[in-house]
């Protein structure tokens, strides 16, 4: 048994918000209250920290299988313990792909050794051809949660629309990365300091919210589900509002350093502030956050992208893979550019990390309540941290090395077990 002591309990499915023992026993929460005392519990003393469900990262890169000198599943997961997170999502676009049911479930062998829940995707095109979609029923049979071609967009709109129908008729949805490649330069790049610094084309807005108001008009005709990642424009977020309010079923992900930072970092951090979506400017950033305060983004994800060093550290930037590792100050930039400054409440930053994106999958996850799963992060929630360059993923690829933010991870609870824990 497990009893974590006189820690403001946070749950923000029930709305539950206030100083409180929870007992663990096994795999479960059994008990949640005012004051506890059980002799044979291990205690751990929570008072002055949050004690909150276990977080939930919808949109990472493991890297496996094929690309595994800059992140595995066991290295991954150990990141994702020490960020907080109890439940994770992985991307499929590894190599091979997770197109087939023995790849699918080579994968899913790896992850089920790990001590918090690592899930997957499979992918919404074999091995991302854009042309030929995948066995949904198949793959979904054998573990995967969802499809998505995450790193490339589905430029075919017939494609799209035959993956939304198989996705309603199997009762799960598509996820999509929204570019149109016709409309970009150079990646990584947003259009405005790529012209004015760099003297190329970059990444144009018009090239993520074009190909949104595609998409979203498509499942609205088809009354399915289409989620939006990493969307990271002003104009992209009037795009999911419109479609929402015309009721179609789309719903959003904003990633942390998308409204926590602009295209200037790209000067002062190189490419470690390299990404895809670009870092954009002030007013997107700023419009992200109202996304967020309204509701239209209602997920946070960190689309975890680790490179090594020697990929990212290359003498022309443009060549450098766009992409940084997040799961690890994703909790801190909420609390830091959300929850400090006034935008969302703690409970309002938790639940686009916890039960929010876990409501769209079937797994049990993301809130805490009696005989519920004994998932749980404890943190404080005002401490302050520098970032160091010392990470439990293989990779250290973060534009946010040296920043100050508040928050600290001090407890991971998996499966009613401590995955981590701060020294």
Do not use: W
């Amino acid at each position: 048994m497990l009893l974590i002591k006189n820690g403001r309990v946070v749950d923000p499915k029930s709305g539950f918000d206030q100083v409180a023992d929870v007992l663990v026993d096994g795999k479960k929460i059994i008990k949640i209250a005012d004051s506890i005392e059980e002799a044979s519990a291990e205690i751990i003393d929570a008072t002055g920290l949050v004690v909150a469900p276990g977080l939930v990262d919808i949109h990472v890169h493991f890297r496996e299988p094929g690309q595994t000198h800059k992140e595995d599943i066991h290295t991954g997961a150990l990141a994702a313990a020490a960020g907080g997170f109890t439940s994770v999502v992985m991307m499929a676009n590894t190599n091979p792909t997770i197109s087939d049911v023995k790849t699918l479930k080579e994968v899913l062998a790896s992850a089920a050794k790990e001590d918090v829940h690592v899930y997957t995707n499979a992918t919404v095109t074999k091995n991302f051809d854009g042309q030929h979609l995948t066995d949904f029923k198949a793959l979904l049979e054998n573990g995967a949660l969802s499809f998505s071609d995450d790193g490339i967009p589905l430029q075919s709109t017939k494609v799209l629309k035959e993956a939304l129908d198989l996705a309603k008729a199997n009762n799960t949805f598509v996820a999509v990365h929204e570019e149109d490649p016709e409309l970009n330069g150079i990646l990584g790049f947003n259009e405005h300091i790529a012209r004015d610094k760099f003297h190329f084309c970059g990444a144009t807005g018009v090239a993520e919210y074009s190909m949104i108001a595609r998409d979203v008009m498509i499942a609205y005709d088809r009354g399915a589900h289409l989620h939006i990642q990493h969307l990271s424009k002003a104009e992209s977020v009037k795009v999911v509002e419109f479609a929402q309010q015309l009721g179609a079923n789309v719903t959003a992900e904003a990633a942390p350093q998308h409204f926590s930072k602009t295209e200037d970092l790209l000067l002062i951090k190189g490419s470690a502030a390299k990404m895809n979506p670009p870092l954009r400017t002030e007013k997107d950033r700023l419009a992200v956050i109202e996304g967020l305060k309204s509701g239209v983004i209602s997920v946070i994800a960190t689309d975890h992208a680790p490179h090594h060093a020697d990929e990212k550290n290359v003498d022309d930037i443009t060549k450098a893979p766009s992409g940084m590792t997040g799961l690890e100050t994703s909790l801190s930039l909420g609390l830091t550019n959300l929850v400090a400054t006034g935008d969302l409440t703690l409970s309002e930053l938790l639940a686009k990390m916890t039960i929010n994106p876990s409501s769209m999958y079937d797994f049990d996850a993301g809130y805490l309540a009696e005989n519920g799963p004994a998932d749980i992060v404890i943190f404080a929630d005002k401490e302050e941290r520098i970032v160091s360059d010392h990470f439990a993923s293989k990779a250290s690829n973060s534009p946010f090395i040296g920043e100050k933010l508040q928050g600290v991870v001090k407890y991971t609870i998996c499966d009613g077990k401590i995955v981590y824990q701060a020294s």
